[in-house]
């Protein structure tokens, strides 16, 4: 399963769907694709960028919780992956502590 945590200057990813095999996995290139998205835009459309940590089956991004910019990128986000928790929430835990 994945489980996505929003928190007030972070958000973390862990774990993998085991919706599909490698390779063939719907529901982990969904959040991957939307994960990496914001990561960029965040990098690119923000003053304070975001500091992004990497390993398998884990990402963290900080992101700056007093830019306007990035609290838009982060809700954009939210709403994509709570989508996909909703068809699939056997695959994908979203769980937040922000209010927007």
Avoid: W
């Amino acid at each position: 399963m994945i489980r996505i945590n929003i928190a007030s200057e972070f958000i973390e990813i862990r774990g993998h769907s085991g919706y599909a095999e490698r390779g063939k996995d719907i529901v982990c290139a969904a959040v991957s694709a939307l994960t990496l998205a914001l990561a960029r835009a965040l990098e690119e459309l923000t003053t304070g960028g975001c500091s992004e940590e990497e390993t398998d089956g884990f990402v963290r991004i900080r992101y700056d919780p007093n830019d306007p910019v990035s609290l838009l990128l982060i809700r954009q986000f939210v709403i994509g992956v709570q989508m996909i928790s909703e068809e699939y929430p056997e695959y994908v835990a979203l769980s937040s502590r922000v209010l927007f």
